[in-house]
Structures are given as structure tokens and as C-alpha cells.
């Protein structure tokens, strides 16, 4: 089984920072695409960045220039680095990765249970 677990969320002013952490753990084979999204009250949930396994990145255009993704694949880990929060940013945040959890299945996606950043005014 395949879990990931976030970690780093909390409460902040805004202009200032966190960083969101998430481990993938379990039997998984090969990890490809990782990603972060967030989800604030009432809206969609919505992709904030993502980074390929060749460290391909994307960013949504709210979060460009403030928000930096990376990934340590020994680690099977993926970060978020959160600098010059504002309110708007207020949102549970989810880690998703796409893998495969042995060489010859069919890859699937895989959610975080998300942590909840705050940034007050």
C-alpha cells in the first residue's frame, strides 16, 4: 500500500514562509510526475505546482516567482517552498504523485490526507 503524509503546513503572516514537506512510503516502484494542489473553502481543488521525474517544472500563475517545487527521489520525497505568503493562499494543500508500484502495472495517482496553511493579514 501506498501512503504519503504532508507535513509543514501551519499558521503565518502574510510575507512570510513555510515549507511543505510529503514522504511517499510503501511499495512503489517507480514514482514519475509529483505535484502540489490546494484546496480553499468552497472552491475547487486546484494544481499549485508539479515537477516531473526529469525535474520538469510548472507552476500556477497565482504562485510563480513565490513558490519553488522540488523533489529527492531517494528520499521519496517532494517539497513546496512557500515564500511571500499572502491570505489568498489560505488552503489544505495535497501532495499527489504518479507511479507505478511494480515495473509491469499500470500507473496510478496517489493523494496525501493534506495539511492546512493559514496566512493571516
Known amino acids: 500500500q501506498v501512503q504519503l503524509v504532508e507535513s509543514g503546513g501551519g499558521l503565518v503572516q502574510a510575507g512570510g514562509s513555510l515549507r511543505l514537506s510529503c514522504v511517499v512510503s510503501?511499495?512503489?516502484?517507480?514514482?514519475?510526475?509529483m505535484g502540489w494542489y490546494r484546496q480553499a473553502p468552497g472552491k475547487e481543488r486546484e494544481l499549485v505546482a508539479g515537477i516531473t521525474s526529469v525535474d520538469n517544472t510548472n507552476y500556477a500563475d497565482s504562485v510563480k516567482g513565490r513558490f519553488t517545487i522540488s523533489r529527492d527521489n531517494a528520499k521519496k520525497m517532494v517539497y513546496l517552498q512557500m515564500d511571500s505568503l499572502k491570505p489568498e493562499d489560505t488552503a489544505v494543500y495535497y501532495c499527489?504523485?504518479?507511479?507505478?508500484?511494480?515495473?509491469?502495472?499500470?500507473?496510478?495517482?496517489?493523494w496525501g490526507q493534506g495539511t492546512q496553511v493559514t496566512v493571516s493579514s
Open positions: 510503501g511499495s512503489i516502484f517507480m514514482i514519475d510526475a
Open positions: 499527489r504523485v504518479y507511479g507505478r508500484r511494480t515495473p509491469y502495472s499500470r500507473g496510478s495517482e496517489y
